[in-house]
């Protein structure tokens, strides 16, 4: 009786391996071309696969906590769009390599340990959402129409399935983050995580909060943002600036007066040249680009290509073709346009992805971090059908707040893009008292931005001379802000 018992037992380890220990070998990224070293943490990547006939495949690449991964938080990385990969936070932003472009024509870009990787302090799951995205895919292409509502509801599931694959992540703090359209992303999947908690639905997440910068979130406040920001940032006359106000009597996003009409438009071309994601990077104009990287650019997708020999993608960081809101906030109700199909009508204005195409689409990359082929190319935004059906996402953050989950958005103070005048009007739009007044933020014992803090654990947070994608242009100062956030200290 007790050798049967002792069978039994040693079966029941081996299935408990098998089903636990066995499918994360399989995800385990072992070396990554252009690397070469050891991983400061392991990483992790594949696919969850959501049911139906046929089923959908997300794709997830995790990365581990360097710091300590039994305690550390795990948090959800979501770049925006919609209808953009995740991996451009990866490459770009705070994943743990650095990216410098290849030596040699044709070569794969080499990585180089990041200092300031997100990774240091939390595990950071890089999804492509919603399918069709990035390495996400499903051989049924009639998937790849989208909305809000079904994508939080998407993500919601690929979240229980990604704990049941990581159960010993289950009890880690977690949360969500990201930019851009990710404004609305964000606020739906976390309203969708918290019925899921309070409806007992298992695994049981250990969700505490959110985080989203330069995001997003309600048509009026985006909308009115730019004529403002432009001004106080000396873009426009204080003539122009008296004669909209007046005209438009605080209206810029759509007024039917013909005459506010016409000074919104001349406002529009005195900008038409800076870079919107950053007005203070250079914007490179059709005709002036120079490719210091490569160049053949038959690896480029056709977008790239319908943009003329004579445009050549940049160096590594001189990019953003496809930048997670495609033009200009607000996001009206309804169907989106995006990139590919903004295109037709518009000049993408100073823009390139270039190192994330090259290597990620290199078919030792791909075998390295388990992407199937049926996902097809990758390129960093594509052509969805997305209709934005969530509405505005203030009622989203005061229910999420008022519930006791913290919060923190941030903003570069100097995207034009989502400026970051709309968000702090609508951050003070939610009513909360004032806790820790507008004071300066400090990294490397410089002032890195502004801080407000409000009851609710509901805090607004700038970061000088930072642009859309924060991380990009300010990475010691997001890693900084990010690491005291998720530890609860003074920012």
């Given at each position: 009786?007790?050798?049967?018992?002792?069978?039994?037992?040693?079966?029941?380890?081996?299935?408990?391996?098998?089903?636990?220990?066995?499918?994360?070998?399989?995800?385990?990224?072992?070396?990554?071309?252009?690397?070469?070293?050891?991983?400061?943490?392991?990483?992790?990547?594949?696919?969850?696969?959501?049911?139906?006939?046929?089923?959908?495949?997300?794709?997830?690449?995790?990365?581990?906590?360097?710091?300590?991964?039994?305690?550390?938080?795990?948090?959800?990385?979501?770049?925006?769009?919609?209808?953009?990969s995740?991996?451009d936070?990866?490459?770009?932003?705070?994943?743990?390599f650095?990216?410098?472009a290849?030596?040699?024509?044709?070569?794969?870009?080499?990585?180089?340990?990041?200092?300031?990787?997100?990774?240091?302090?939390?595990?950071?799951?890089?999804?492509?959402?919603?399918?069709?995205?990035?390495?996400?895919?499903?051989?049924?292409?009639?998937?790849?129409?989208?909305?809000?509502?079904?994508?939080?509801?998407?993500?919601?599931?690929?979240?229980?399935?990604?704990?049941?694959?990581?159960?010993?992540?289950?009890?880690?703090?977690?949360?969500?983050?990201?930019?851009?359209?990710?404004?609305?992303?964000?606020?739906?999947?976390?309203?969708?995580?918290?019925?899921?908690?309070?409806?007992?639905?298992?695994?049981?997440?250990?969700?505490?909060?959110?985080?989203?910068?330069?995001?997003?979130?309600d048509?009026?406040?985006?909308?009115?943002?730019?004529?403002?920001?432009?001004?106080g940032?000396?873009?426009?006359?204080?003539?122009?600036?008296k004669?909209?106000?007046?005209?438009?009597?605080?209206?810029?996003?759509?007024?039917?007066?013909?005459?506010?009409?016409?000074?919104?438009?001349?406002?529009?071309?005195?900008?038409?040249?800076?870079?919107?994601?950053?007005?203070?990077?250079?914007?490179?104009?059709?005709?002036?680009?120079?490719?210091?990287?490569?160049?053949?650019?038959?690896?480029?997708?056709?977008?790239?290509?319908?943009?003329?020999?004579?445009?050549?993608?940049?160096?590594?960081?001189?990019?953003?073709?496809?930048?997670?809101?495609?033009?200009?906030?607000?996001?009206?109700?309804?169907?989106?346009?995006?990139?590919?199909?903004?295109?037709?009508?518009?000049?993408?204005?100073?823009?390139?992805?270039?190192?994330?195409?090259?290597w990620?689409?290199?078919?030792?990359?791909?075998?390295?971090?388990?992407?199937?082929?049926?996902?097809?190319?990758?390129?960093?935004?594509?052509?969805?059908?997305?209709?934005?059906?969530?509405?505005?996402?203030?009622?989203?953050?005061?229910?999420?707040?008022?519930?006791?989950?913290?919060?923190?958005?941030y903003s570069?103070?100097?995207?034009?893009?989502?400026?970051?005048?709309?968000?702090?009007a609508?951050?003070?739009?939610?009513?909360?008292?004032?806790?820790?007044?507008?004071r300066?933020?400090?990294?490397?014992?410089?002032?890195?931005?502004?801080?407000?803090?409000?009851?609710?654990?509901?805090?607004?947070?700038?970061?000088?001379?930072?642009?859309?994608?924060?991380?990009?242009?300010?990475?010691?100062?997001?890693?900084?802000?990010?690491?005291?956030?998720?530890?609860?200290?003074r920012?």
């Amino acid at each position: 009786m007790a050798m049967l018992n002792l069978m039994l037992f040693l079966m029941s380890i081996s299935v408990f391996m098998a089903l636990h220990f066995y499918p994360l070998e399989a995800a385990l990224v072992r070396s990554l071309p252009g690397f070469k070293g050891t991983f400061p943490s392991k990483h992790y990547s594949g696919y969850v696969t959501l049911e139906g006939n046929p089923p959908k495949n997300l794709f997830y690449y995790f990365v581990v906590s360097e710091k300590n991964p039994v305690r550390d938080p795990v948090v959800l990385w979501l770049n925006g769009g919609p209808g953009c990969s995740s991996f451009d936070g990866f490459v770009y932003e705070h994943g743990p390599f650095n990216f410098e472009a290849a030596k040699q024509r044709g070569g794969l870009p080499v990585l180089h340990l990041n200092p300031y990787s997100w990774s240091k302090v939390a595990g950071i799951i890089y999804l492509d959402s919603p399918i069709g995205v990035g390495f996400s895919y499903s051989v049924n292409t009639s998937y790849y129409v989208n909305g809000d509502l079904q994508t939080a509801a998407e993500t919601h599931l690929f979240l229980l399935k990604w704990f049941e694959k990581f159960p010993e992540f289950i009890a880690n703090p977690f949360y969500i983050a990201g930019e851009s359209y990710a404004g609305i992303y964000i606020p739906t999947v976390a309203s969708d995580v918290v019925k899921g908690i309070k409806a007992g639905v298992k695994p049981i997440i250990n969700f505490k909060g959110y985080m989203v910068g330069n995001g997003v979130c309600d048509s009026d406040y985006d909308g009115n943002s730019l004529v403002p920001f432009a001004h106080g940032m000396g873009l426009i006359s204080d003539h122009m600036f008296k004669e909209a106000e007046v005209l438009c009597k605080g209206n810029y996003r759509n007024s039917i007066n013909v005459d506010c009409q016409k000074i919104l438009t001349k406002i529009d071309r005195v900008l038409d040249d800076l870079n919107r994601y950053d007005i203070l990077e250079p914007c490179f104009h059709s005709g002036e680009l120079k490719d210091v990287a490569n160049g053949n650019m038959s690896f480029l997708p056709e977008s790239f290509k319908q943009l003329g020999s004579t445009e050549r993608p940049l160096a590594v960081r001189k990019r953003m073709f496809g930048r997670a809101w495609p033009f200009r906030a607000p996001v009206e109700d309804g169907i989106i346009p995006l990139w590919p199909q903004l295109m037709r009508k518009v000049t993408v204005p100073c823009l390139d992805d270039v190192q994330a195409t090259i290597w990620l689409n290199n078919d030792a990359v791909r075998k390295a971090i388990h992407a199937n082929p049926e996902s097809g190319n990758w390129s960093l935004c594509v052509d969805l059908r997305y209709t934005h059906d969530a509405g505005s996402m203030l009622s989203y953050h005061k229910n999420l707040s008022s519930s006791g989950y913290r919060v923190l958005i941030y903003s570069g103070d100097h995207d034009m893009c989502v400026p970051f005048t709309g968000t702090q009007a609508w951050t003070q739009s939610l009513g909360y008292q004032i806790v820790d007044e507008w004071r300066p933020w400090r990294s490397n014992g410089q002032v890195a931005g502004f801080i407000q803090e409000y009851a609710n654990n509901f805090t607004f947070l700038t970061v000088k001379g930072a642009g859309h994608t924060v991380p990009e242009y300010k990475p010691r100062e997001s890693f900084d802000f990010f690491s005291r956030w998720l530890n609860g200290q003074r920012i």
